[in-house]
Protein backbone atom coordinates (compact mmCIF):
# COMPACT_ATOMS: atom_id res chain seq x y z
CA UNK A 1 0.00 0.00 0.00
CA UNK A 2 1.44 3.12 -0.59
CA UNK A 3 2.58 5.16 2.71
CA UNK A 4 0.16 8.43 1.98
CA UNK A 5 -2.79 5.04 1.81
CA UNK A 6 -2.13 3.68 4.42
CA UNK A 7 -3.61 5.25 7.06
CA UNK A 8 -6.93 5.01 4.74
CA UNK A 9 -7.18 1.47 4.42
CA UNK A 10 -6.02 0.84 8.42
CA UNK A 11 -9.04 2.80 9.34
CA UNK A 12 -11.09 0.34 6.82
CA UNK A 13 -9.91 -2.86 8.48
CA UNK A 14 -10.75 -1.02 11.94
CA UNK A 15 -14.17 -0.90 10.72
CA UNK A 16 -14.59 -3.92 9.33
CA UNK A 17 -13.94 -5.95 12.14
CA UNK A 18 -17.04 -4.33 13.62
CA UNK A 19 -19.90 -6.81 12.96
CA UNK A 20 -22.33 -4.80 13.72
CA UNK A 21 -21.21 -2.08 10.81
CA UNK A 22 -22.83 -4.66 8.58
CA UNK A 23 -23.00 -2.27 4.97
CA UNK A 24 -21.26 -2.23 1.90
CA UNK A 25 -17.68 -0.49 2.57
CA UNK A 26 -16.02 0.88 -0.20
CA UNK A 27 -12.30 2.78 -0.91
CA UNK A 28 -9.76 3.58 -2.98
CA UNK A 29 -6.22 3.36 -1.99
CA UNK A 30 -3.02 2.98 -4.23
CA UNK A 31 -1.16 0.14 -4.27
CA UNK A 32 3.45 0.28 -5.09
CA UNK A 33 4.49 -2.53 -7.76
CA UNK A 34 7.81 -3.36 -7.61
CA UNK A 35 8.87 -1.47 -10.80
CA UNK A 36 7.86 1.48 -8.69
CA UNK A 37 4.57 2.39 -10.70
CA UNK A 38 1.90 3.19 -8.77
CA UNK A 39 -1.75 1.57 -9.16
CA UNK A 40 -5.05 2.54 -8.11
CA UNK A 41 -7.35 0.17 -6.25
CA UNK A 42 -10.69 -0.07 -5.86
CA UNK A 43 -11.87 -2.32 -2.67
CA UNK A 44 -15.37 -3.29 -2.04
CA UNK A 45 -16.51 -5.40 1.03
CA UNK A 46 -19.20 -6.48 2.86
CA UNK A 47 -20.22 -9.53 4.84
CA UNK A 48 -21.46 -12.74 3.84
CA UNK A 49 -24.15 -14.28 6.20
CA UNK A 50 -26.23 -17.26 6.84
CA UNK A 51 -30.36 -18.17 6.77
CA UNK A 52 -30.10 -17.66 9.74
CA UNK A 53 -27.90 -14.18 10.16
CA UNK A 54 -24.56 -16.26 11.41
CA UNK A 55 -21.90 -14.18 9.96
CA UNK A 56 -20.08 -16.62 7.80
CA UNK A 57 -17.11 -14.29 6.38
CA UNK A 58 -16.36 -11.15 4.53
CA UNK A 59 -16.57 -10.95 0.46
CA UNK A 60 -14.08 -8.40 -1.11
CA UNK A 61 -13.15 -7.35 -4.40
CA UNK A 62 -10.39 -5.48 -5.53
CA UNK A 63 -10.49 -3.80 -9.02
CA UNK A 64 -7.73 -1.79 -10.96
CA UNK A 65 -9.47 2.07 -11.41
CA UNK A 66 -5.85 3.43 -12.36
CA UNK A 67 -7.44 4.63 -15.85
CA UNK A 68 -10.76 5.67 -14.13
CA UNK A 69 -8.79 7.86 -11.70
CA UNK A 70 -6.58 9.14 -14.42
CA UNK A 71 -9.33 10.72 -16.31
CA UNK A 72 -10.88 11.92 -13.27
CA UNK A 73 -7.91 13.61 -12.63
CA UNK A 74 -7.68 15.27 -16.31
CA UNK A 75 -11.23 16.33 -15.88
CA UNK A 76 -10.64 17.95 -12.36
CA UNK A 77 -7.48 19.91 -14.22
CA UNK A 78 -9.47 20.91 -17.16
CA UNK A 79 -12.61 21.97 -14.74
CA UNK A 80 -10.22 24.05 -12.52
CA UNK A 81 -8.63 25.68 -15.59
CA UNK A 82 -11.67 26.67 -17.10
CA UNK A 83 -13.39 27.78 -13.50
CA UNK A 84 -10.03 30.01 -13.18
CA UNK A 85 -10.49 31.29 -17.10
CA UNK A 86 -13.84 32.85 -16.05
CA UNK A 87 -13.17 33.40 -12.59
CA UNK A 88 -10.43 36.28 -13.04
CA UNK A 89 -11.30 37.00 -17.20
CA UNK A 90 -10.93 40.68 -17.30
CA UNK A 91 -14.14 40.38 -19.54
CA UNK A 92 -18.19 40.06 -17.71
CA UNK A 93 -19.13 36.45 -18.14
CA UNK A 94 -22.01 34.97 -16.84
CA UNK A 95 -24.23 31.71 -16.93
CA UNK A 96 -27.91 31.12 -16.66
CA UNK A 97 -30.06 28.19 -16.62
CA UNK A 98 -33.39 27.35 -18.40
CA UNK A 99 -35.36 29.24 -15.27
CA UNK A 100 -33.38 32.50 -16.55
CA UNK A 101 -31.79 32.13 -13.47
CA UNK A 102 -27.73 33.38 -12.32
CA UNK A 103 -25.77 30.34 -12.11
CA UNK A 104 -21.94 32.22 -12.81
CA UNK A 105 -20.78 35.55 -12.00
CA UNK A 106 -17.07 36.09 -12.42
CA UNK A 107 -15.20 39.00 -11.12
CA UNK A 108 -15.35 41.23 -14.17
CA UNK A 109 -19.22 40.98 -13.37
CA UNK A 110 -19.04 41.66 -9.89
CA UNK A 111 -16.67 45.12 -10.77
CA UNK A 112 -19.24 45.85 -13.21
CA UNK A 113 -22.08 45.87 -11.01
CA UNK A 114 -21.03 45.97 -7.86
CA UNK A 115 -22.85 42.86 -6.51
CA UNK A 116 -20.85 39.59 -5.25
CA UNK A 117 -21.36 36.42 -6.53
CA UNK A 118 -23.24 35.67 -3.50
CA UNK A 119 -25.83 37.93 -3.70
CA UNK A 120 -27.00 37.42 -7.32
CA UNK A 121 -26.45 33.26 -7.79
CA UNK A 122 -29.76 31.60 -8.08
CA UNK A 123 -31.24 35.37 -8.54
CA UNK A 124 -33.57 35.93 -12.23
CA UNK A 125 -31.36 37.49 -14.35
CA UNK A 126 -34.23 40.21 -14.98
CA UNK A 127 -32.13 42.18 -11.68
CA UNK A 128 -29.53 43.51 -13.65
CA UNK A 129 -31.41 45.74 -15.93
CA UNK A 130 -32.55 49.04 -15.48
CA UNK A 131 -36.63 49.51 -14.67
CA UNK A 132 -37.27 50.81 -17.79
CA UNK A 133 -35.36 48.74 -20.11
CA UNK A 134 -35.85 45.76 -18.45
CA UNK A 135 -38.44 44.46 -20.75
CA UNK A 136 -36.54 44.88 -23.85
CA UNK A 137 -33.50 43.14 -22.21
CA UNK A 138 -35.58 40.13 -21.10
CA UNK A 139 -36.73 39.32 -24.50
CA UNK A 140 -33.20 39.08 -25.93
CA UNK A 141 -32.52 37.05 -22.60
CA UNK A 142 -35.49 34.60 -23.83
CA UNK A 143 -34.00 34.64 -27.33
CA UNK A 144 -30.77 33.93 -26.39
CA UNK A 145 -32.18 31.05 -24.64
CA UNK A 146 -34.48 29.70 -27.16
CA UNK A 147 -30.61 28.57 -28.81
CA UNK A 148 -30.05 32.05 -30.50
CA UNK A 149 -26.67 33.41 -30.71
CA UNK A 150 -25.73 36.87 -29.76
CA UNK A 151 -22.89 38.20 -32.16
CA UNK A 152 -22.91 42.22 -31.18
CA UNK A 153 -26.06 42.66 -29.08
CA UNK A 154 -25.85 46.02 -26.80
CA UNK A 155 -27.81 45.39 -23.58
CA UNK A 156 -27.70 47.79 -20.22
CA UNK A 157 -27.06 46.93 -16.81
CA UNK A 158 -27.33 48.75 -13.94
CA UNK A 159 -25.18 48.87 -10.80
CA UNK A 160 -25.60 49.47 -6.84
CA UNK A 161 -24.91 52.97 -7.59
CA UNK A 162 -27.74 53.65 -9.68
CA UNK A 163 -25.04 53.55 -12.76
CA UNK A 164 -26.11 52.70 -16.48
CA UNK A 165 -23.63 50.67 -18.47
CA UNK A 166 -23.94 49.67 -22.05
CA UNK A 167 -22.29 46.06 -22.50
CA UNK A 168 -21.93 44.43 -25.63
CA UNK A 169 -22.35 40.42 -25.58
CA UNK A 170 -22.17 37.56 -27.19
CA UNK A 171 -23.85 34.58 -26.35
CA UNK A 172 -23.49 31.13 -26.79
CA UNK A 173 -26.51 28.42 -25.95
CA UNK A 174 -25.49 25.01 -23.48
CA UNK A 175 -27.14 22.30 -24.63
CA UNK A 176 -28.00 18.97 -22.84
CA UNK A 177 -26.00 15.67 -23.34
CA UNK A 178 -28.31 14.18 -26.03
CA UNK A 179 -27.70 17.84 -27.84
CA UNK A 180 -31.75 18.39 -28.21
CA UNK A 181 -32.23 21.02 -25.13
CA UNK A 182 -30.99 24.30 -23.84
CA UNK A 183 -30.06 23.54 -20.45
CA UNK A 184 -27.99 27.19 -20.04
CA UNK A 185 -26.51 29.99 -21.60
CA UNK A 186 -23.33 31.70 -21.55
CA UNK A 187 -22.47 35.38 -22.21
CA UNK A 188 -19.43 37.51 -22.47
CA UNK A 189 -19.62 40.91 -22.43
CA UNK A 190 -17.36 44.01 -23.05
CA UNK A 191 -18.16 47.31 -20.84
CA UNK A 192 -18.98 49.98 -24.11
CA UNK A 193 -20.07 52.71 -21.93
CA UNK A 194 -17.00 55.09 -22.06
CA UNK A 195 -16.91 54.96 -26.28
CA UNK A 196 -21.03 55.61 -25.93
CA UNK A 197 -19.96 58.57 -23.70
CA UNK A 198 -17.04 59.66 -26.48
CA UNK A 199 -19.42 58.74 -29.72
CA UNK A 200 -22.53 61.44 -28.20
CA UNK A 201 -20.00 64.50 -27.37
CA UNK A 202 -18.55 63.81 -30.97
CA UNK A 203 -22.57 63.59 -32.19
CA UNK A 204 -23.18 66.66 -30.14
CA UNK A 205 -20.10 68.87 -31.59
CA UNK A 206 -20.67 67.72 -35.18
CA UNK A 207 -24.23 69.10 -35.09
CA UNK A 208 -22.56 72.26 -33.09
CA UNK A 209 -20.36 72.81 -35.85
CA UNK A 210 -23.27 72.41 -38.46
CA UNK A 211 -24.84 74.42 -36.76
CA UNK A 212 -22.51 77.65 -36.45
CA UNK A 213 -21.35 76.79 -40.10
CA UNK A 214 -25.04 77.17 -41.64
CA UNK A 215 -25.26 80.42 -38.96
CA UNK A 216 -21.87 81.68 -40.84
CA UNK A 217 -23.46 81.09 -44.56
CA UNK A 218 -26.65 83.09 -43.33
CA UNK A 219 -24.58 85.77 -42.11
CA UNK A 220 -23.04 86.22 -45.42
CA UNK A 221 -26.09 85.34 -47.45
CA UNK A 222 -28.84 87.19 -46.22
CA UNK A 223 -29.44 91.07 -46.60
CA UNK A 224 -32.62 91.52 -44.78
CA UNK A 225 -31.58 92.34 -41.01
CA UNK A 226 -34.99 90.58 -39.90
CA UNK A 227 -34.55 87.33 -41.67
CA UNK A 228 -30.80 87.34 -40.74
CA UNK A 229 -31.88 87.59 -37.02
CA UNK A 230 -34.55 84.95 -37.03
CA UNK A 231 -32.03 82.83 -38.63
CA UNK A 232 -29.38 83.08 -35.91
CA UNK A 233 -31.62 82.46 -33.30
CA UNK A 234 -32.67 79.24 -34.96
CA UNK A 235 -29.22 78.17 -34.86
CA UNK A 236 -28.86 79.35 -31.25
CA UNK A 237 -32.01 77.46 -30.40
CA UNK A 238 -30.45 74.22 -31.74
CA UNK A 239 -26.96 74.44 -30.06
CA UNK A 240 -28.97 74.80 -26.82
CA UNK A 241 -31.54 72.27 -27.01
CA UNK A 242 -34.43 74.92 -27.19
CA UNK A 243 -37.03 76.08 -29.30
CA UNK A 244 -37.42 79.54 -28.25
CA UNK A 245 -35.40 82.88 -28.30
CA UNK A 246 -35.44 86.54 -28.79
CA UNK A 247 -33.46 89.35 -29.69
CA UNK A 248 -33.48 92.73 -28.98
CA UNK A 249 -31.64 95.71 -30.23
CA UNK A 250 -30.19 99.12 -28.65
CA UNK A 251 -31.97 102.11 -29.77
CA UNK A 252 -29.28 104.53 -30.05
CA UNK A 253 -31.01 107.40 -29.48
CA UNK A 254 -32.82 106.54 -25.80
CA UNK A 255 -30.37 103.97 -25.17
CA UNK A 256 -33.70 101.39 -24.67
CA UNK A 257 -33.64 97.63 -26.12
CA UNK A 258 -36.47 97.59 -29.15
CA UNK A 259 -37.92 93.59 -29.59
CA UNK A 260 -36.86 92.46 -33.20
CA UNK A 261 -37.07 89.11 -32.48
CA UNK A 262 -39.30 86.85 -30.07
Known sequence: VHPEDREVVALHMERRQNLKDAGVHQVDFRILRRDGSVRWIGHVCQPVRGVDGELLGIRASNTDITDRKEIEAELRETRDY?????????APIIVWDASYC??????AFERLTGLSRREVLGQHIGVLFPPDRREASLKLIFAASAGQRWETVEIDILNIKGEVHTVLWNSAPLYSADGRNVVATIAQGQDISDRKTVELAL???????????KTSLDLIAQLDLHTLL????VRA???RGTDSGFVDL????????VPQIG
Open 237 to 239: GQL
Open 230 to 233: ENIV
Open 203 to 213: RQRNDYLAALQ
Open 102 to 107: ITLFNQ
Open 82 to 90: LENLVTYAN
Open 250 to 257: VDPASGGL
